[in-house]
């Protein structure tokens, strides 16, 4: 099942999650690319141009001009250029010029009639209406585009592009070759499975410890440890580059594999052989960015795809994470809102001895991979019986940790996350590293309310509202930065809100606004649509509601309050922050907000029939009228879009955490968020560690 996302009168499919396409698609633009193939053929056949001087003297008559190059060009510009055929553009163009491109590597071709579809992009202006491939002008524009390739006028492929055409020919080398179709890579569901197999089988061999040590030192050595958690970051380049290791997906494999007492001898070839495999394997799904302009002019029609395949790279290729310094005051202050009292009344344990485990464990892990003992956990000084209470729902089982998670495209069916502890044999336990296992302890701890239903829902979603607020604004207090209102509502006859939280100094109002939102493990497996509604729920509701109070304030001068307490503009900067209990990866990135800022102000979502989550899609779609109004009432107030883009901020508990290290006021804070800079990591810890090694911010 596929989404639809429209602006204004345009519609168009988009695929579905599972690596695959609707058949009418792929019959339209599959049928496209082979019969351009064979209009370059019969091109070739007809024309083969020996050298130079035969494409000079083949288009002598088109050359009044002198200069053959701008001729040949100027002629595919004013032949193909048509008013007439407004849906077949330049981006069809580029599609299947890059179908073509990736068939012909991973076949062991070269590069003939890709090459010869770039020149003609590159004569052609985005946008226009082009001829489509059936008109018989394109015989001649292809014996031209032919022309000047062989003149030495001829574009590469895009670096990214080359780099995982040519990881595809390897995996294709393998034995598993993927189909190409309307420009992007597919494997079979059986193909992609027999991959993975293959990875685990070589991580298998070497063993658990030993994969676990090369993969987090790797990180190490690479400067892609900070503050306490591991950051795997995109990586930009002009040039070529190699696609990188999909390092979360090699985990979540590797907590599989048994744990020998001492690594095999070739334990070192066996991880690098998995690595090899799992690189191929990534750069095939092609969910990974090259440069950075990942997103920019998405258009509606790629919304879904765009924020699908963010939340697919984020599982394949980021962690799930909480700064361990930090975690006993996470826990307890989001607990002790409610829930600790709900564990204790209902399972017999509450938050203590979780964070006593927490502790005992976290003493032990001065490295990644660590062994903890039982011997460990007992001179902790938690009382046995609690222990043995608490345990086993922090432990999994020996080698039935992810027991269906058979592809990467199966992140749906990943449980590592939710315990932090893999048991071994002789009570012994392995943490893989410590800020994935400080995350997990809070997954672990709300695995038995949600499900033995201990509460009901309603109830449950009360409590993890309130702990969440009551976690930032612990967090932001300890920091000395005290919000001057708080749960604050207001109501007009027209209005209705309540800001979570405001914060302020001199210059500067910053709204904050609270979700619990997270991203869904559907989304982060590809399943069509939940990218989007995660997006929605986690961060577009957030920033609706701040706009609204931004609205109401530019408006009437100030805001006041039901308890008649009121909060005045001052011609103010005012910012507009949303802090999500989970971290949404690159979803929650301002960056990405900038990204579809506008265009979400435009956008409807529509769906097939017997769509699963349709009252979802309903409930999105009045968001988006929301925010609609919202925004374009801002704008008239003199607020200028990119201006209400410009002071957009997102982060989640555990990021907030580690950037209020060390702070003493608002503005310090402020100052490690910068709104103007931005080197397109999208994870707001990466920019802020890249700006603080360059002495941007302290």
Known sequence: MFLEVAWEASILPLYDGRKSVPAETMSALDARAEFVRELCQRSAARLPFADERSVFEEFRELNKSGNLRNSLTGFIQSALCSPDEPRFTNRDIRIVGRSLFLASVIDGLPDRWGAVLRVISACLQNGVPIRPFEDTVWDRAIDVARGLVKTGYSFEAVPGDRAIAKAARKLAERGFV???????????????????????????????????????????????????????????SLNEREPSFPLNFLLNLAVRSPAPPHAPADAAVRIQEAFLCAQQLGAVIDVEPYNMFEGLNTEPSDIEAFLRKMAIYDHLFTFRQWPPEHTSFLLREFFGAGLSNVLDEQVGWNIDPVIALYEACAEVATTDPTVVSRNDLDRAGLPRESLEAVLPHFVHSPQSVNANYISPMHASETDFIFKPLIALPDDRYVIPALPIAAYSFF?????????????????????????????????????????????????????????????????????????????????????????????????????????????????GGQLRFLDNSVLPWNKRKILR??????????????????????????????????????????????????????????????????????????????????????????????????????????????????????????
């Open 443 to 555: 997954e672990a701890a709300m695995k038995p309310i949600y499900e033995r239903s201990l509460v009901d829902s309603g109830a449950v979603s009360r409590f993890v509202g309130a702990g969440t607020e009551k976690v930032i604004d612990r967090l932001l207090s300890r920091a000395g930065i005290q919000p001057s209102f708080r749960a604050a509502r207001y109501q007009s006859t027209s209005d209705r809100g309540e800001c979570d939280f405001v914060l302020e100094s001199d210059t500067v109002i910053v709204f904050v606004e609270c979700k619990s939102k997270a991203l869904t493990r559907t989304a982060m497996a590809g399943v069509s649509g939940d990218a989007l509604i995660d997006f929605a729920k986690g961060l577009l509701e957030s920033q609706k509601q701040a706009v609204r109070h931004e609205r109401l304030l530019r408006t």
């Open 577 to 698: 922050l949303s802090v999500t209990l989970i971290d949404l990866g690159a979803l929650q990135d301002r960056l990405t907000v900038f990204n579809l800022y506008d265009i979400l102000r435009f956008a409807t979502v529509s769906h097939e029939p017997g769509y699963k989550k349709s009252r979802q899609i309903e409930e999105l779609n009045s968001l988006l009228h929301e925010f609609r109004t919202e925004t374009q009432a801002l704008e008239g107030l003199g607020e200028s879009v990119r201006g209400q883009m410009m002071r957009t901020l997102s982060l989640s508990v555990g990021q907030l955490a580690i950037l209020l290290e060390g702070v003493t006021d608002l503005g310090q804070f402020l100052k490690r968020m910068p709104t103007h800079v931005t080197t397109g990591s999208r994870n707001p810890l990466i920019e802020y560690f890249r700006l603080k090694k360059s002495g941007v911010v302290n």
């Open 178 to 236: 993927p189909t190409v179709s309307t420009g992007e890579m597919y494997l079979s569901q059986e193909d992609m499975a027999n991959v993975t197999l293959e990875i685990q089988k070589n991580l298998d061999a070497a063993g658990q410890m030993a994969v676990f040590g090369v993969l987090f030192q790797m990180l190490r050595a690479n400067g892609q440890y900070e503050g306490g958690v591991y950051l795997p970051a995109r990586t930009y």
